[in-house]
Protein backbone atom coordinates (compact mmCIF):
# COMPACT_ATOMS: atom_id res chain seq x y z
CA UNK A 1 0.00 0.00 0.00
CA UNK A 2 1.33 3.21 -1.00
CA UNK A 3 1.78 5.26 1.78
CA UNK A 4 1.74 8.41 0.20
CA UNK A 5 -2.05 8.23 -0.60
CA UNK A 6 -2.71 8.01 3.32
CA UNK A 7 -3.95 10.72 5.28
CA UNK A 8 -4.62 11.92 8.58
CA UNK A 9 -8.08 10.65 8.30
CA UNK A 10 -7.21 6.58 7.50
CA UNK A 11 -7.19 5.12 4.31
CA UNK A 12 -11.18 6.37 3.37
CA UNK A 13 -10.83 9.67 4.33
CA UNK A 14 -10.17 10.64 0.56
CA UNK A 15 -13.53 10.12 -1.08
CA UNK A 16 -13.07 11.20 -4.20
CA UNK A 17 -11.32 7.96 -5.47
CA UNK A 18 -14.70 6.00 -4.34
CA UNK A 19 -17.33 5.35 -6.23
CA UNK A 20 -21.07 5.58 -4.85
CA UNK A 21 -22.80 3.53 -4.67
CA UNK A 22 -26.02 2.93 -6.53
CA UNK A 23 -30.20 2.57 -4.93
CA UNK A 24 -30.45 -0.48 -7.17
CA UNK A 25 -26.73 -1.61 -6.38
CA UNK A 26 -27.20 -1.27 -2.60
CA UNK A 27 -30.56 -3.45 -3.20
CA UNK A 28 -28.87 -6.27 -4.94
CA UNK A 29 -26.83 -6.13 -2.32
CA UNK A 30 -28.61 -6.60 0.37
CA UNK A 31 -30.88 -9.57 -1.12
CA UNK A 32 -28.03 -11.38 -1.71
CA UNK A 33 -27.00 -10.71 2.37
CA UNK A 34 -29.82 -11.63 2.97
CA UNK A 35 -30.58 -14.71 1.44
CA UNK A 36 -27.30 -16.71 2.50
CA UNK A 37 -27.84 -19.71 4.20
CA UNK A 38 -26.24 -18.42 6.99
CA UNK A 39 -27.95 -15.33 7.58
CA UNK A 40 -30.97 -17.16 7.48
CA UNK A 41 -29.88 -19.87 9.95
CA UNK A 42 -28.86 -17.65 12.45
CA UNK A 43 -32.20 -16.00 12.56
CA UNK A 44 -34.05 -18.93 12.59
CA UNK A 45 -31.40 -20.25 15.50
CA UNK A 46 -32.13 -16.89 17.57
CA UNK A 47 -36.31 -16.75 16.96
CA UNK A 48 -36.37 -20.49 18.23
CA UNK A 49 -34.33 -19.00 21.53
CA UNK A 50 -36.29 -16.08 21.85
CA UNK A 51 -39.88 -18.24 21.92
CA UNK A 52 -38.18 -20.73 24.37
CA UNK A 53 -37.00 -18.14 26.81
CA UNK A 54 -40.30 -16.17 26.99
CA UNK A 55 -42.31 -19.25 27.37
CA UNK A 56 -40.39 -20.03 30.25
CA UNK A 57 -40.64 -16.76 31.55
CA UNK A 58 -44.45 -16.50 31.21
CA UNK A 59 -44.68 -19.87 32.65
CA UNK A 60 -47.42 -20.39 35.65
CA UNK A 61 -46.66 -23.60 37.54
CA UNK A 62 -50.27 -24.70 38.85
CA UNK A 63 -50.88 -24.40 42.49
CA UNK A 64 -51.41 -28.27 43.16
CA UNK A 65 -54.86 -29.24 44.25
CA UNK A 66 -55.04 -31.01 47.48
CA UNK A 67 -56.68 -34.78 47.46
CA UNK A 68 -60.03 -35.15 49.40
CA UNK A 69 -59.86 -38.13 51.94
CA UNK A 70 -62.40 -40.36 51.69
CA UNK A 71 -64.66 -40.98 54.75
CA UNK A 72 -66.39 -44.07 55.70
CA UNK A 73 -70.33 -43.71 55.28
CA UNK A 74 -71.12 -42.49 58.68
CA UNK A 75 -74.73 -42.66 59.44
CA UNK A 76 -76.86 -40.07 59.30
CA UNK A 77 -78.65 -38.20 61.96
CA UNK A 78 -82.05 -39.27 62.59
CA UNK A 79 -84.21 -35.47 62.65
CA UNK A 80 -84.92 -35.21 66.26
CA UNK A 81 -89.01 -35.28 64.86
CA UNK A 82 -88.78 -38.88 63.44
CA UNK A 83 -86.84 -40.84 66.06
CA UNK A 84 -89.76 -39.39 68.95
CA UNK A 85 -91.92 -40.97 66.22
CA UNK A 86 -90.66 -43.88 66.09
CA UNK A 87 -90.29 -44.05 69.97
CA UNK A 88 -93.81 -43.51 70.24
CA UNK A 89 -94.83 -46.22 67.41
CA UNK A 90 -92.69 -48.75 69.80
CA UNK A 91 -94.43 -47.31 73.14
CA UNK A 92 -97.82 -48.27 70.61
CA UNK A 93 -96.92 -51.71 69.34
CA UNK A 94 -95.84 -53.25 73.09
Known amino acids: MDNSRVKAGGPFADTTDMNPMSVDALIDLLKKVLLTPEVIGVTVVIALYVNIVSSVVSYRKKKP ?17 KQTADDEDEEMES
Open 65 to 81: VPKTKKRKADPKPVPAE
